[in-house]
């Protein structure tokens, strides 16, 4: 909201997100099997610093850090819009099958014994698949609602859980841990950070001058629409677009649950329900809960290497009980 | 801004045609739809504001049928009082009233202090400024009821469509509301509104349109029509007329 007092409260709060994803990102360099003291980092950024420190920092955990910051933004901003165009703040990216058709694609893809590339090529096949599913079958014969697209989702999300109980009842064990980190997200599976920072990018830049209609839309198609909002296509669009967020993500780590939930609720809780401040906000928050989720994730009990879903989940549970039970909705 | 109807009919789905509606809705004037359950009032206000379709017939908004308007600039001149509204998003008064300011702000556009004072004036002429912090959905009936019509007033149109404006209030909100549509004609809008009260009808509206539930339809000013064996044979409701303070008063039998 605009006035004096809410502008400084709003610098105030870039201010925090800003600072603290650089803290996130620092700690996740910074922090590890060998951990390399704040001085060393910033040798490593100016170029110098002692090969070894480079090759950790620059080679194997920078890359990392930005890929859990920008999969983590994606999907905080994909559950924003979700629950933005099912009007029910407890949506989820997830909500509408998509991480189980990409689950059953990057399954499928370990089974046949394929790549990293091609287990992730065959997850983002698996998501776009189900988007398509749920979207054509949600337009039926009928009219297209909320309502009938959430119904199809979970529909299709319990016919996608059934396929995947199969693939793991059928797997041989060997190929087992590898699917079921994929399941809970692990952002091991991220080869490059390039495309999820890059698809962040342009999904905010995309979406900075859309906050106020999303606004409009959240009070109901038909109030949208006498406000001059033409409703359908942007339904659709954010539809597409959220759905594009997160199969991006799923492709990055497998399915990380919790972020898209509970960090956009969090944020709605602290700065009011203004998607123009809610959807940059939920990129910096999810990026910074997911960084620092995957940096405890390889460090609790290093060397080995927890699924960062169970991190999430184990941090998003309590948190996200605890606020329903506080909140007034 | 002059609504005007041409030949309009309303698609009410599994009912006959009925009668077409010539209407020439003016600046200054305060239209009553009055009806039984179901007779079409919601649908035809729907029609009237460009949600929907009619079956047959145009509506015109300064002598330009809808369809041909952007939507865009049909929010400026024309607000919309709903009946049933999604409340389930959390948002505060505030925030919901502002976004009556939507279809005059581009899309990089914050809103400005203008924009602010309009927001805040409404709310002070529902009496909702104690409540601008409040989330919409913790409030009472009559209370969103105000929200609504404070959004619409934010919205400041040439046209107001409200469909039943005076739901959930209570007696002195009922006479408050009906007192700013009012003073709105008389500072030039046209005001469309679905009403049950027929009281509430004979004081505050100058002309009525009367719907039946076969599609029949009858409409002039508000002395032609407020006869008491029409409203019976509306409502299918023997009635009682007195007379208070000049003005006709209906009581069901």
Same mark, same amino acid.
């Given at each position: ?55 950790? #920092? +620059?080679? @194997?955990? !920078?890359? /990392?850090? &930005?890929?859990?910051? *920008?999969?983590?933004? $994606?999907? %905080?901003? =994909? ?125 905010? #830049? +995309?979406? @900075?001058? !859309?906050? /106020?209609? &999303?606004?409009?839309? *959240?009070?109901?198609? $038909?109030? %949208?629409? =006498? ?103 | ?253």
């Amino acid at each position: 909201m605009p006035g004096a007092d809410a502008g400084l409260r709003h610098s105030l709060t870039w201010l925090v997100l800003i600072l603290a994803s650089l803290l996130a990102l620092a700690l996740a360099v910074a922090i590890g099997s060998e951990t390399v003291q704040p001085m060393q980092v910033f040798a490593v950024l100016r170029g110098e610093g002692e090969p070894l420190h480079r090759l950790l #920092l +620059l080679e @194997l955990r !920078a890359p /990392r850090a &930005l890929a859990a910051f *920008a999969t983590g933004g $994606l999907l %905080a901003v =994909a559950g924003a819009l979700m629950q933005v165009l099912l009007r029910n703040p407890l949506a989820d990216p997830y909500v509408l099958g998509l991480s189980g058709g990409a689950a059953v694609g990057a399954l499928a893809a370990m089974l046949s014994g394929l790549g990293t590339a091609l287990i992730s090529g065959s997850a983002f096949a698996g998501a776009l698949l189900s988007t398509l599913l749920v979207f054509g079958l949600a337009h039926g014969t009928g009219s297209w609602t909320p309502t009938r697209l959430l119904l199809t989702g979970v529909v299709v999300a319990a016919g996608w859980g059934a396929v995947i109980t199969l693939m793991l009842a059928l797997s041989p064990a060997e190929r087992l841990p590898g699917m079921l980190y994929w399941l809970m997200g692990d952002m091991s599976y991220a080869r490059s950070p390039w495309p999820p920072v890059l698809t962040l990018v342009l999904a905010c #830049l +995309l979406l @900075l001058p !859309a906050g /106020r209609v &999303l606004n409009v839309l *959240a009070r109901g198609p $038909l109030q %949208a629409a =006498a406000l001059g909002v033409a409703v359908r296509p942007l339904e659709w669009g954010i539809y597409i677009l959220a759905s594009l967020l997160t199969a991006v993500a799923v492709t990055t780590a497998g399915s990380v649950g919790f972020v898209g939930l509970v960090v956009p609720h969090m944020l709605r809780l602290v700065l009011g329900n203004d998607q123009r401040i809610i959807l940059p906000a939920a990129a910096l928050a999810g990026g910074i809960l997911l960084t620092l989720a995957d940096t405890l994730a390889r460090t609790v009990l290093a060397p080995e290497q927890l699924p960062v879903g169970v991190i999430t989940a184990l941090l998003g549970v309590p948190t996200f009980l605890y606020l329903l039970y506080r909140s007034r909705m | 801004m002059v609504l005007e109807t041409c030949d309009l009919v309303v698609d009410v789905p599994g009912r006959a045609a009925g009668r077409a509606l010539n209407l020439r809705i003016e600046p200054g004037q305060v239209w009553g739809v009055l009806g039984p359950n179901g007779a079409g009032k919601t649908t035809l206000l729907h029609t009237l504001a460009g949600l929907r379709p009619p079956r047959g017939g145009t509506v015109l908004l300064d002598n330009a049928p809808l369809p041909g308007w952007r939507r865009r600039a049909l929010a400026q001149q024309l607000a919309v009082i709903f009946q049933e509204r999604q409340d389930g998003f959390p948002a505060t008064v505030m925030e919901t009233v502002l976004i009556g300011r939507h279809p005059f702000l581009s899309p990089w556009q914050m809103e400005s202090a203008a924009d602010l004072a309009l927001a805040e004036a409404a709310l002070t002429q529902l009496d909702l400024l104690p409540l601008r912090d409040r989330l919409v959905s913790t409030l009472s009936g009559g209370e969103r009821q105000r929200v609504a019509v404070a959004l619409a007033l934010t919205q400041t149109p040439a046209v107001w469509l409200a469909d039943e404006p005076t739901n959930h209030l209570d007696l002195h909100h009922q006479v408050a509301v009906m007192t700013l549509l009012h003073q709105q004609a008389r500072d030039g809008r046209a005001v469309v509104m679905c009403l049950h009260d027929l009281n509430l009808a004979a004081r505050w509206c100058d002309h009525l349109l009367l719907l039946y539930p076969d599609g029949e339809a009858c409409w002039g000013p508000t002395d032609d029509m407020l006869v008491p064996a029409a409203l019976e044979k509306l409502y299918d409701q023997r009635l009682a007329v007195g007379e208070v303070d000049g003005v006709r008063v209906f009581v069901a039998r």
